[in-house]
């Protein structure tokens, strides 16, 4: 079974409308998680941590569910502009000698918004 | 403005030669990363370090090699290239306790 896991895509939806993408981790020891967007032909970027209670930025919408191990993104009023990979990322559980975390990256999700 | 830099965007090289892959962070990270990035497989880590001289594997360090004499520089080292090598290489660094890696516009490297 792969650490992290998700739907690689891809989702074909109208500008406008809302999507939303799923993820699953196996180390229930994680501790941190993340949404990162890759462009195409560019290198990752973190969009947003993902925290127990949810979080939210602007129309991006984040959630954990520690029991089920299970993280979610929420695209509302999609734009063209939000066309990318979504990878989702997973702290592998403490942390590194020196600090910092060790990220495990999910295979991606591929999101075209279309006019 | 934070700053990744890989030397080298696109590297064509032959079987068995000795491939370095070099990168440097302006940020004054103390983690920096190597992952490559293959079609369906995602990122995989393959080798980190946390301090100067220091290192440690990954998830697939076969086959590679890292050097990290400055704090601003971590290099990897193919020290005989092989066809499965080929893939894009993505340099990361990141602060302590933070989660936010931030990375390199990466290296496609093609192994004939």
């Known amino acids: 079974r792969k650490e992290v896991e998700q739907d690689p895509g891809p989702f074909n939806v109208p500008e406008g409308a809302t999507v939303a993408f799923n993820c699953t981790y196996s180390?229930?020891?994680?501790?941190?998680f993340f949404w990162y967007r890759q462009d195409c032909r560019k290198e990752p970027k973190l969009l947003m941590s993902?925290?127990?209670s949810g979080n939210e930025d602007g129309r991006f919408t984040a959630q954990l569910n520690r029991a089920s191990q299970y993280i979610s993104l929420l695209i509302r009023d999609s734009k063209l502009s939000d066309s990318a990979t979504y990878l989702c990322?997973?702290?592998?559980?403490?942390?590194?000698?020196?600090?910092?975390?060790?990220?495990?990256f999910g295979t991606g999700t591929q999101l075209k918004v279309e006019l | 403005d934070v700053k990744v830099t890989q030397s080298s965007r696109y590297l064509v090289k032959r079987t068995g030669e000795k491939v370095f892959l070099e990168c440097v962070q302006d940020?004054?990270?103390?983690?920096m990363f190597w992952y490559r990035q293959d079609p369906g497989l995602g990122l995989r880590l393959i080798y980190f370090?946390?301090?100067?001289?220091?290192?440690e594997k990954g998830d697939i360090p076969e086959g590679y090699s890292v050097s990290r004499e400055k704090k601003e520089r971590f290099s990897l080292i193919l020290e005989s290239a092989s066809t499965n090598q080929t893939s894009m290489y993505l340099c990361?660094?990141?602060?302590?306790?933070?989660?936010?890696?931030?990375f390199g516009e990466g290296s496609r490297l093609t192994v004939l």
């Open positions: 990361a660094s990141g602060g302590l306790g933070i989660g936010e890696l931030f």
């Open positions: 180390n229930s020891a994680s501790q941190s």
């Open positions: 993902v925290y127990s």
């Open positions: 990322v997973v702290n592998k559980g403490g942390i590194l000698t020196g600090g910092g975390n060790k990220l495990t």
């Open positions: 940020m004054d990270h103390e983690n």
């Open positions: 370090s946390y301090d100067v001289k220091m290192k």
